[in-house]
Structure formats: structure tokens, C-alpha cells
């Protein structure tokens, strides 16, 4: 099966299996390592991407339901040269330590920010509600979001 979609902002085509899964078809085939495994039932968040702008979990979704759809992984966030405000203040406020669920986590936010959602704690705390953290607290995350939220936006470049 020949299944169309668009990853960060290229369009891609995959042939193989339709069922399998959106999260290896990223890692697999398309070298795309940045989004992690952690539980591969849909529960910790860490293989979050954004489908047409929203959060999902990739282990859950079959490749078959990408077709025709926009996928954004953590590697359209920035390059390390060049990192998103988002990136820095993760880093900045130690919102990243062991790095299972740092992509998930900031593509979540990103989605929230990105939605217009409230850089207020409560708020940040229920957009990142289906991510899971092991190692910061969470606190530090809610830190760098609320920061990035207050930095000055930069236009995006149009891809070619």
C-alpha cells in the first residue's frame, strides 16, 4: 500500500505494511530518531507528535491513518544550532534530564503555545497532561514553558 503524507514540512511516501506503526515508519524508514519509545501503549506521552497540528501518540497509530496528513516531529523544532525558544528554555530551566520524554514534551507544548493556550500553570499542566516525566518534577517543564510563552516570536520561514 502506497500511503502520501507530509512530514516537517516535506512530502513523503511510505510503501510497506499499513499497519505499521506511525513511531517506527519515523524512525525506521524516515531517520527521523528524535521521537522516543517509552511504554508503547499510549501512556507516557514520549512518542508524542503532531498530526495536523495536535498532539498524538505514535506508537498507537497505524501509518495508514497518516495518509494525507501532516506529521511534525521534535526535529522540526529547531537544529542544534538554531534552536526554537521553546528548545532553549527547556534546556535553560532544566526541563530536560534523562531525554525519553523531552520530544514528546515539546511538541505538547509547542501545540499548546502554538493553539494560543495560557502560560499559566494550571493550563501548561493540563496541555502536558498525557506526557509522563520520571526524572524533573515537572516543575522545571512548566518553567520553560512558561517561559518560552513570553518570548518575542519569530516569523517562520516558508520551506522550499
Same mark, same amino acid.
Given at each position: 500500500?502506497?500511503?502520501?503524507?507530509?512530514?516537517?514540512? $516535506?512530502?513523503?511516501?511510505?510503501?510497506? #505494511?499499513?499497519?505499521? @506503526?506511525?513511531?517506527?515508519?519515523? @524512525?525506521? #524508514?524516515?531517520?527521523? +530518531?528524535?521521537?522516543?519509545?517509552? &511504554?508503547?501503549?499510549?501512556? &507516557?506521552?514520549?512518542?508524542?507528535?503532531?498530526?495536523?497540528?495536535?498532539?498524538?501518540?505514535?506508537?498507537?497509530?497505524?501509518?495508514?491513518? $497518516?495518509?494525507?496528513?501532516?506529521?511534525? +516531529?521534535?526535529?522540526?523544532?529547531?537544529?542544534?544550532? /538554531?534552536?526554537?525558544?521553546? *528548545? !532553549?528554555?527547556?534546556?535553560?530551566?532544566?526541563?530536560? *534530564?534523562?531525554?525519553?520524554? +523531552?520530544?514528546?514534551?515539546?511538541? $505538547?507544548?509547542?501545540?499548546?503555545? !502554538?493553539?494560543?493556550?495560557?502560560?499559566?500553570?494550571?493550563?501548561? /499542566?493540563?496541555?502536558?497532561?498525557?506526557?509522563? &516525566?520520571?526524572? +524533573?518534577?515537572? *516543575?522545571?517543564?512548566?518553567?520553560?514553558?512558561?517561559?518560552?510563552?513570553?518570548?518575542? @516570536?519569530?516569523?517562520? @520561514?516558508?520551506?522550499?
Amino acid at each position: 500500500m502506497t500511503i502520501n503524507f507530509e512530514v516537517n514540512g $516535506a512530502r513523503r511516501i511510505f510503501e510497506g #505494511d499499513p499497519f505499521k @506503526r506511525l513511531i517506527d515508519v519515523l @524512525r525506521e #524508514d524516515f531517520a527521523l +530518531t528524535g521521537t522516543k519509545e517509552g &511504554c508503547g501503549e499510549g501512556e &507516557c506521552g514520549a512518542c508524542t507528535v503532531l498530526l495536523d497540528g495536535r498532539p498524538v501518540n505514535s506508537c498507537l497509530i497505524p501509518i495508514c491513518q $497518516a495518509d494525507g496528513h501532516r506529521i511534525e +516531529t521534535v526535529e522540526n523544532l529547531g537544529i542544534p544550532e /538554531r534552536l526554537s525558544a521553546l *528548545q !532553549k528554555a527547556f534546556l535553560e530551566e532544566g526541563g530536560a *534530564q534523562c531525554g525519553i520524554c +523531552t520530544p514528546g514534551m515539546l511538541l $505538547a507544548a509547542a501545540a499548546h503555545l !502554538k493553539a494560543g493556550g495560557k502560560a499559566d500553570d494550571l493550563s501548561i /499542566r493540563r496541555a502536558l497532561g498525557g506526557n509522563l &516525566c520520571r526524572c +524533573t518534577g515537572y *516543575q522545571h517543564i512548566v518553567k520553560a514553558v512558561q517561559k518560552a510563552a513570553k518570548a518575542p @516570536r519569530k516569523p517562520r @520561514r516558508k520551506k522550499a
